[in-house]
């Protein structure tokens, strides 16, 4: 039985706005909490948020406590989030149009990241030069794997050599009905995920400078150049 003697909701208090100023409102509060307590109505079912607050706790190993309203089921994808703590082994494409599973790209022992992007997406070739940089510098000990959702090859592998993308390039031609979706739940790109040495996720989300401050927490020295 859990008894709830005060609750503070630290993340909504000082702020009214939406979109990039609540996520990231989120993210600098999140670390000031010790427990997550999700309430799901018929209101909050669907909220974006919601399993936002929910996914950076799984990532954080902090407690979660969900309380349902009567008669109020917790939405699909919420069942998701706790596979967040570490990756999930799914089925892609390589650039030789192989069947492939994405642990035969993954390196043990060391630092991984999972880009996931789109040919069409320009958000997310806005950020491959800065990608490329961080191959160019950490490569042999950040392991760079990026999973494009294109569901068109010729696209997606146009665009893997018009910005010159060296590292592991994969490829989910299920688009927004495949498996990173379904199981990384990615609502929008360009997205990440990065996993330390013992494969557990750190973080997602994060890009640019953000990135880089990660990177050079995880390698310490050997980021030196970024």
């Known amino acids: 039985e859990i008894k709830v003697e005060c609750y503070?909701?630290?993340?909504?208090?000082?702020?009214?706005?939406?979109?990039?100023?609540?996520t990231d409102h989120i993210r600098a509060n999140l670390n000031d909490c010790t427990d997550i307590i999700v309430v799901m109505s018929n209101i909050t079912r669907f909220s974006q948020w919601v399993p936002f607050e929910v996914g950076m706790a799984a990532q954080k190993d902090m407690p979660t406590a969900t309380f349902l309203k009567e008669d109020v089921s917790l939405p699909d994808f919420l069942q998701y989030w706790p596979r967040l703590k570490r990756y999930t082994d799914i089925n892609l494409v390589d650039l030789k149009g192989n069947q492939v599973r994405l642990s035969e790209f993954m390196k043990e022992g060391q630092c991984n990241m999972l880009e996931f992007w789109a040919s069409w997406c320009s958000?997310?070739?806005?950020?491959?030069?800065?990608?490329?940089?961080l191959y160019e510098v950490c490569g042999k000990d950040f392991n760079m794997i990026s999973v494009s959702i294109d569901e068109r090859d010729t696209d997606w592998k146009k665009a893997v050599q018009?910005?010159?993308m060296q590292w592991h390039q994969l490829c989910d031609?299920?688009?927004r009905k495949g498996p990173v979706v379904?199981?990384?739940?990615?609502?929008g790109i360009p997205d990440c995920i990065v996993l330390d040495p013992e494969g557990k996720i750190v973080c997602g989300g994060v890009r640019g400078a953000e990135l880089d401050v990660v990177v050079q927490d995880l390698l310490g020295e050997k980021a030196k150049g970024l």
């Open 162 to 164: 018009e910005e010159g």
């Open 182 to 187: 379904i199981e990384y739940q990615v609502f």
């Open 8 to 22: 503070l909701d630290l993340l909504d208090n000082s702020i009214t706005e939406n979109g990039k100023a609540l």
């Open 123 to 133: 958000p997310c070739r806005g950020e491959i030069p800065h990608l490329r940089h």
């Open 173 to 175: 031609q299920k688009g």
